[in-house]
């Protein structure tokens, strides 16, 4: 069967019709002639006004999702599938045509969250993952909250220098050790490097309830011991066992106390609070000697900061 062509087609349609559809185009093609990138691309290659007409529809579209774009408000309000992409104007193949890129929103999302790839185990809420240090300093400004002060410059301090001493956070609950410890291991890997974060409570549970087989825990010490930056948070809240104290903290300590890691730590209680916690485990196991050496590896590596609020 033969196919109907564009002008068999037009030719079935009433005067009046063929007169607004003709109106129709010759309102696209000025306003795609006006277009600033398609008059550059036809200065560039020296094109004539019918170098447009192929795809005359498809550029008025992609000039008015331009537009629509320059006012755009956010990545969420974008009306476009998937959202972050429109087409844009180009120079292909001979002709003037549109080609669908990321607009200069998605394009500045994932530079901002490019470093969210140097972490190699997260357990950071979402909302937490845009935090920094210095964000957080321009929020506290009217309070001059000196324990954030400290930290940052205990942070800039390693960026330097990598030998310096981590983090110790302790303080009660809600204090905002979590959050502060959060917006340092976001600066660092934007800086870079490699983060581990660990919710110790969640781990030393999984490890109680026999949930991780031996094949994820050996994955997850492996990913422990390769980060350059070490986050265990919430140390102290958690059920003491054999196997979090003896087989994963210890050794996970003292491979980073010997390749110079970075660590910080946050914890209801000071470092001798740390002794007293891992003294015994919940079976009665107890060895004061490893609690001890616990102890020594978290605060030869880390500068303690109390966090009284937040």
């Not at 929103?105 to 240090?133: A, I, P, Q």
């Not at 549970?205 to 031996?214: D, I, K, V």
């Amino acid at each position: 069967m033969d196919t109907l062509e564009m002008k068999d087609f037009t030719s079935l349609l009433s005067e009046d019709l063929k007169k607004q559809m003709e109106t129709i185009r010759e309102a696209q093609k000025k306003k795609v002639l006006s277009d600033p990138e398609v008059s550059a691309i036809r200065e560039t290659y020296g094109l004539g006004a019918e170098a447009v007409e192929d795809y005359l529809s498809l550029i008025a579209k992609a000039v008015d999702a331009k537009k629509e774009c320059a006012s755009c408000v956010s990545l969420e309000t974008c009306p476009y599938h998937p959202k972050g992409f429109r087409a844009k104007i180009v120079y292909y193949d001979g002709k003037i045509q549109t080609k669908t890129t990321a607009c200069e929103r998605m394009l500045k999302r994932d530079r901002d969250e490019k470093y969210l790839g140097n972490y190699l185990y997260s357990s950071v809420k979402k909302t937490d993952l845009s935090l920094s240090l210095e964000k957080l300093i321009a929020e506290d400004h009217s309070h001059g909250s000196v324990e954030l002060l400290r930290m940052y410059v205990a942070f800039k301090d390693w960026t330097k220098d990598p030998d310096r001493m981590g983090l110790y956070l302790y303080g009660p609950s809600g204090s905002g050790k979590t959050y502060y410890a959060t917006a340092a291991a976001n600066d660092l890997a934007k800086e870079g490097k490699r983060v581990a974060y660990f919710n110790a409570l969640t781990l030393a549970q999984q490890l109680r309830g026999n949930l991780l087989s031996p094949e994820e825990l050996r994955d997850l010490i492996k990913i422990m011991n390769t980060a350059d930056v070490l986050v265990l948070d919430g140390i102290g809240a958690e059920t003491v066992t054999s196997a979090w104290r003896d087989m994963v903290l210890l050794p996970v300590l003292e491979y980073a106390a010997e390749e110079g890691k970075c660590l910080i730590v946050t914890s209801y209680g000071d470092y001798p609070e740390l002794t007293e916690h891992f003294t015994n485990t919940v079976f009665r196991e107890t060895d004061e000697n490893k609690a001890e050496m616990i102890r020594t590896r978290i605060e030869t590596m880390t500068r303690p900061i109390r966090v009284t609020r937040y």
